[in-house]
């Protein structure tokens, strides 16, 4: 089974920390995701990467980064985390050919005060 | 800006088919509908996905008009295990990407299965 780990389930963070979110697959996936689910607003896309110290925005990116060192790895980064941030976080990876389902993981709660 | 549309939330008798429809009026010729769906404190599953075709696998049916701008999807034989919200989403090309592409979710339809 395809697994994707995020390094949190819960987090709490104050206003202007540095936050860092880590997600690990092990199905050696080219693609992984980030995104942010709000109630009404569904799933919206952060960031995503292609390949090992590959990376682009998605619809979000403002106040986020990104980091792909290894190819299993995919961190998203708050520089200076707001309120506006407290929202759910999800990761995601899937292969590059052939089925283009994306493997979740169980998503990190952020709440920032 | 979501390019599905669907009711917020529907109820069904376990044991029923449950019907999740959504519009994607808009829908480009070359996009896909997928649906995925998100039962509590879950990172989200898929479920399917199509083109033009009627599709139908181990989970679920999907049906989708002949002019593209909505879809259904049928669970057969609902179960509790079914309660969750489904998310009809539309995949669009990423141009310039190599073989990537996007998810555009809505807000997904809450669906309860009661006994």
Known sequence: ?113 | DAKTTQPTSMDCAEGRAANLPCNHSTISGNEYVYWYRQIHSQGPQYIIHGLKNNETNEMASLIITEDRKSSTLILPHATLRDTAVYYCIVRVWLFGVDSNYQLIWGAGTKLIIKP
């Open chain 1, 1 to 113: 089974d395809v697994k994707v780990t995020q390094s949190s389930r819960y987090l709490v963070k104050r206003t202007g920390e540095k936050v860092f979110l880590e997600c690990v697959q092990d199905m050696d996936h080219e693609n992984m995701f980030w995104y942010r689910q709000d109630p009404g607003l569904g799933l919206r896309l952060i960031y995503f990467s292609y390949d090992v110290k590959m990376k682009e925005k998605g619809d979000i990116p403002e106040g986020y980064s990104v980091s792909r060192e290894k190819k299993e790895r995919f961190s998203l980064i708050l520089e200076s985390a707001s309120t506006n941030q407290t929202s759910m976080y999800l990761c995601a990876s899937r292969n590059r050919g052939g089925s283009y389902e994306q493997y979740f993981g169980p998503g990190t709660r952020l709440t920032v005060t």
